[in-house]
C-alpha cells in the first residue's frame, strides 16, 4: 500500500508492502538478499475516495498490524496541516495494535519520519501508542524507537476509555484564562466496538 504523500508532485513513491504470495513474495525474496532490489513496474489510480481530515481539532487514527499503511499518508498530511497553519488540527493520538514487535520495528522507518516532521516549537501534536497482542515479553508503558515519543503496552486497547479521553480535550494545550470552543474530534481507521456496538468510522 502506499504510504507517501507530499503537497507537491512526488519523484519517489513509498510502499509498505506485507508479504504473502506471488508478487510481494518475491519482491521480500529479492531485497533480502542485497537489501535492495530494481523492478519494472506499473502504477494505476488512485481510485476511492478521499476525505479531507482539515477541519478536525483532534484526530484519533486507529490501524492494525499492515494496516498502518492506510493511516500513514492522512497522519502525514495533518502534522504537515499544522506546520504550515493550514489546517485545524491541534493533537494527533495514532493507536496502533500488532501480533508481535516485529511488524513496528518493520514500520520504523515510517514512523521515525512522521516523528521528525512533528517539531514546530516543540508542540510535539503526535502522540503513538502501540499495543501487542502476543505473549512477549515487553515492558507495559515502554518508549519505543529512535525518538522515545511512542508507547508500547501488552494487550488490546481500551477505545472507549481512549475515546472519551481525546473527547474530553484535557491534551489540547489550550491559553489560561481564555474561552475557547473545542474543535471536532474525528475517529479513523478500522471498525471498533464499543460497549458491544460498532463505532462510525472514517475507514481510509
Known amino acids: 500500500m ?3 504523500w507530499s503537497p507537491e508532485k512526488q519523484d519517489v513513491l513509498e510502499l509498505f508492502v506485507q508479504p504473502r504470495k506471488g508478487l510481494t513474495e518475491t519482491i521480500h525474496h529479492r531485497t533480502s538478499l542485497d537489501g535492495y532490489t530494481s523492478l519494472t513496474a506499473f502504477v494505476s489510480g488512485p481510485y476511492g475516495v478521499s ?5 478536525y481539532e483532534c484526530v484519533l487514527a ?3 498490524d499492515f494496516g498502518i499503511a492506510g493511516v ?5 498530511k495533518l ?4 506546520n ?5 488540527v491541534r493533537r494527533v493520538h495514532f493507536v496502533w495494535e500488532v501480533q508481535t514487535l516485529d511488524i513496528a520495528v518493520a514500520a520504523q522507518p515510517l514512523l521515525n519520519s512522521l516523528l521528525s516532521d512533528d517539531i514546530l516549537d516543540d508542540g510535539y501534536i503526535l502522540e503513538m501508542s502501540f499495543f501487542v497482542a502476543s505473549n512477549q515479553m515487553i515492558e507495559h508503558g515502554k518508549p519505543f524507537g529512535q525518538h522515545r515519543r511512542a508507547t508500547v503496552f501488552n494487550g488490546k486497547p481500551r477505545y472507549d476509555e481512549i475515546i472519551s479521553e481525546e473527547a474530553s480535550g484535557r491534551n489540547i494545550k489550550r491559553l489560561p484564562n481564555t474561552h475557547e ?3 471536532e474530534v474525528l475517529v ?5 466496538t464499543l460497549n458491544n456496538k460498532p463505532s462510525q468510522t472514517l475507514t481510509s
Open 84 to 88: 504550515t497553519c493550514t489546517s485545524h
Open 51 to 55: 476525505k479531507s481530515v482539515d477541519h
Open 72 to 76: 500513514i499518508s492522512y497522519l502525514k
Open 79 to 82: 502534522l504537515y496541516g499544522y
Open 181 to 183: 470552543d473545542r474543535g
Open 62 to 64: 486507529i490501524a492494525t
Open 188 to 192: 479513523m481507521g478500522k471498525s471498533i
Open 2 to 4: 502506499v504510504t507517501s
